[in-house]
């Protein structure tokens, strides 16, 4: 695994996704990645960069409808809101977004696995935390 922080912005496979699928792809993308975490049974494994693309894209949502993290760069703010108006048309994209978060990081998520054995459980919980409320 490449680098991997507590928050998306730190997480190779996140911004793989960002600046690979999303930039190329737009909307569609963020609807794929938030149908293909959120439609994964509890009974199969959602794998890790499944999981990443998910959360990333919950945070292209949540940024198309103008709930930003704090503490965001210029630059990461226009690659998130890259295809921003065609994001907001999305039919229930905040709440496609919640459902994918809530996979991610239920029972058989690798993503969720790999950071609850991890000394920075806490701060990845709190970022996830932030981006659920910024999607309610």
Not at 47 to 57: I, K, S, W
Not at 95 to 101: I, V
Request: charged residues 30%.
């Amino acid at each position: 695994m490449g680098a991997w922080g507590a928050t998306l912005f730190e997480d190779d496979a996140s911004l793989d996704w960002l600046d690979g699928d999303y930039a190329a792809s737009g909307a569609s993308a963020v609807a794929s990645a938030l149908d293909k975490a959120a439609n994964c049974p509890v009974t199969e494994y959602l794998e890790v960069d499944d999981g990443a693309a998910a959360l990333m894209a919950g945070e292209v949502v949540a940024t198309a409808h103008g709930d930003m993290p704090d503490e965001i760069s210029q630059d990461m703010l226009e690659r998130l809101n890259a295809h921003g108006s065609a994001v907001r048309d999305l039919p229930d994209g905040k709440m496609r977004a919640r459902k994918a978060l809530e996979r991610v990081i239920s029972d058989n998520s690798e993503l969720h696995e790999l950071w609850a054995e991890s000394d920075d459980q806490a701060d990845w919980v709190a970022s996830v935390n932030d981006l659920r409320r910024r999607l309610a």
